[in-house]
């Protein structure tokens, strides 16, 4: 069933930058630029419930602040930049992968027996998507999520992900540095500047 929940940033501050105030509906794609250092990640960290901040971050009429962290990142899901692995097999974390999504990703089910010591840095990070929206969340914090991957991949990889996210309904905050891409997928582009929010135009 399509998420239906607002993703909503109240005055949300962080280190330098400050006041945030950002809506996304749901099957929004909102692309993060900025500098590096300027903040994009932990934003995202923020919105996340892993970095202390300022103001409030709400899906729906949930409050971030109303809920244990786990439980609101189960719903508000980020893939960071660099996956995070704890059991030896691909399997034990995506007991339940769907092989059409797999096959879309470029695998094969047999990648559920492969241990994670064997994958590139590239199949982490597309393994690390499909973990992701597995779970089922409301809304997605997507950190650069193509960054390892050459061209060919990279576009068969935003097809998928834009499928997903339009079909499941997602409010998706993605950090993205690449304006092609951003042109590709993005409803709205934001870019960090300073201690602020401005807003690029986009035309689609």
Do not use: Y
């Amino acid at each position: 069933m399509p998420a239906t929940d607002v993703l909503r940033l109240e005055r949300l501050a962080i280190s330098e930058l400050s006041g945030v105030e950002l809506t996304l509906a749901p099957a929004e794609i909102l692309c993060l630029s900025g500098a590096s250092g300027s903040g994009k990640s932990r934003l995202l960290r923020a919105v996340a419930d892993l970095e202390p901040h300022g103001g409030k971050a709400l899906l729906g009429d949930l409050d971030q602040a109303s809920l244990p962290a786990h439980e609101w990142r189960a719903r508000v899901m980020l893939v960071p930049a660099e996956s995070h692995w704890w059991a030896d097999s691909v399997g034990e974390h995506l007991s339940q992968a769907d092989p059409a999504d797999l096959k879309a990703l470029g695998f094969t089910p047999e990648v559920l027996d492969w241990q994670v010591a064997r994958l590139s840095s590239g199949e982490k990070q597309r393994l690390a998507l499909l973990r992701a929206i597995s779970r089922e969340p409301s809304a997605l914090l997507l950190d650069e999520p193509t960054a390892n991957l050459d061209d060919a991949t990279t576009r068969r990889v935003e097809t998928w992900l834009v499928e997903r996210i339009r079909e499941r309904g997602w409010p998706t905050l993605w950090v993205a540095h690449d304006a092609a891409q951003i042109a590709r997928v993005a409803n709205h582009h934001w870019r960090i500047e300073g201690a602020e929010l401005a807003e690029v135009p986009t035309w689609t």
